[in-house]
């Protein structure tokens, strides 16, 4: 018998720009250090915890009783656009059509899809940072130009419209906004989005704006630069399920935008996963149209979660932490700590057994900050801040 020949792996040169999401490496860590015995608090993954409302549940069990298995279409069922098409216009204030909604297995498809269809070699994408650390990996595996826009604390993370403006070239295809933000927390009022769109003007960009934590927002309301007049044609607008309803698992979004656009999509879903599973489309009807009070419940508790780590997190030496407006994370300032930040959550998920992100798994200007989840329950939170605290004062 010959022995094996091992060849070499040659793989395409657009695989080195791919990038990753840093939460499910730190995620693999920190549960392989519970399998040798330890204690960890999991603040790294951004997911609810709570269980998908019951509701919800049963419409998917009785899709898959009745039959919902096979194919559906590539851009949904028509059902499903049909109640989300309904749920944007109602929500948002401009009129939508089910020819406008493509329903993806997730939301991170909208995403590539966008970054696929409208970004050539070279065109330029404006996206936030720190900022959702796919934006960037898309980007650059295009071969686009990604263009930080620097979120800066003192101003609540929101986006300084005068530095937007001047980042803006010729070569600037699509401008990502995201609101309730992720790693931040942070929350554009409706004068920075209605400035985003002054800036822009009659300018053929495109953007997209990633909506998917808007139901988790505690002060306030949600405003979508959909809904600034002249704004719907140029907006690509991604929402879906998984925090909303806590249905990760079920693995569905969407996004809304011009037909025209919506068939390109369309056709990009036929070449890489034919069609979202068609009995989690009709578990996303009940979602979109039954009970609402479970997504009450859980916004409620996630700003109660808020105010408690906040204020313990601003008592500990070196961290500091602006009261986050939406999603589900707080983003403590640690430069105080003199510590930088990946070995700083490096050394709280190793000494202390509490799992957090560095800030810079979210781009260059995360430095000096981390993200922890607050999807976990209260005394796992206080408990985490114990942790913290005891590490802090032995080794700060």
């Given at each position: 018998m010959s022995p094996t020949t091992q060849h070499e792996l040659l793989l395409a040169r657009r695989m080195s720009r791919l990038g990753t999401e840093t939460a499910f490496e730190v995620l693999n860590k920190?549960?392989?250090?519970?399998?040798?015995?330890?204690?960890?608090?999991?603040?790294?993954?951004?997911?609810?915890?709570?269980?998908?409302?019951?509701n919800i549940v049963e419409a998917g069990v009785n899709a898959l009783?009745?039959?919902?298995?096979?194919?559906?279409?590539?851009?949904?069922?028509?059902?499903?656009?049909?109640?989300?098409?309904?749920?944007?216009?109602?929500?948002?204030?401009?009129?939508?059509?089910?020819?406008?909604?493509?329903?993806?297995?997730?939301?991170?498809?909208?995403?590539?899809?966008t970054i696929l269809s409208l970004i050539d070699e070279g065109d330029e994408v404006i996206y936030p940072n720190p900022g959702f650390p796919i934006y960037e990996s898309m980007i650059h595996y295009v071969g686009g130009r990604a263009v930080p826009i620097q979120l800066r604390e003192e101003r609540d993370f929101s986006v300084d419209v005068n530095e937007l403006a001047e980042l803006i070239s010729d070569?600037?295809?699509?401008?990502?906004?995201?609101?309730?933000?992720?790693?931040?927390?942070?929350?554009?009022?409706?004068?920075d989005v209605e400035q985003v769109a002054k800036v822009i003007g009659d300018r053929n960009?495109?953007?997209?704006?990633?909506?998917?934590?808007?139901?988790?927002?505690?002060?306030?309301?949600?405003?979508?630069?959909?809904?600034?007049?002249?704004?719907?044609?140029?907006?690509?607008?991604?929402?879906?399920?998984?925090?909303?309803?806590?249905?990760?698992?079920?693995?569905?979004?969407?996004?809304?935008?011009?037909?025209?656009?919506?068939?390109?999509?369309?056709?990009?879903?036929?070449?890489?996963?034919?069609?979202?599973?068609?009995?989690?489309?009709?578990?996303?009807?009940?979602?979109?149209?039954?009970?609402?009070?479970?997504?009450?419940?859980?916004?409620?508790?996630?700003k109660r979660r808020r105010d408690v780590f906040v204020t313990g997190l601003n008592k500990i030496t070196g961290f500091s932490c602006r009261l986050p407006h939406g999603a589900f994370y707080v983003f403590p300032n640690i430069t105080k700590t003199g510590w930088k930040s990946k070995p700083l959550a490096d050394a709280l998920l190793e000494q202390a057994g509490v799992a957090a992100l560095s800030g810079t798994s979210f781009g260059e200007y995360g430095e000096g900050y981390l993200r922890f989840s607050i999807a976990n329950s209260m005394e796992n939170l206080q408990q985490a801040l114990e942790r913290i605290e005891q590490w802090a004062r032995q080794n700060l």
């Open positions: 920190a549960r392989a250090l519970e399998r040798q015995g330890r204690s960890i608090i999991h603040l790294e993954i951004g997911e609810p915890d709570f269980a998908t409302p019951p009783q009745s039959g919902w298995t096979h194919y559906g279409p590539a851009a949904g069922l028509p059902e499903l656009r049909q109640t989300i098409a309904d749920y944007i216009s109602r929500t948002r204030g401009v009129e939508v059509a089910p020819e406008e909604v493509v329903v993806v297995p997730g939301g991170k498809p909208i995403i590539f899809f070569r600037t295809k699509v401008i990502i906004l995201n609101s309730p933000h992720n790693p931040t927390g942070g929350v554009m009022p409706r004068r960009i495109f953007v997209l704006s990633d909506e998917i934590y808007s139901r988790l927002l505690f002060e306030g309301e949600h405003f979508s630069i959909m809904s600034v007049p002249g704004m719907q044609e140029r907006t690509i607008l991604l929402d879906g399920f998984s925090k909303t309803y806590a249905m990760t698992g079920w693995r569905m979004g969407y996004g809304v935008m011009r037909p025209d656009l919506a068939g390109q999509m369309t056709r990009l879903m036929t070449n890489s996963n034919s069609c979202t599973a068609s009995f989690t489309q009709k578990a996303g009807v009940e979602a979109l149209s039954g009970d609402q009070s479970s997504v009450d419940h859980m916004c409620a508790e996630f």
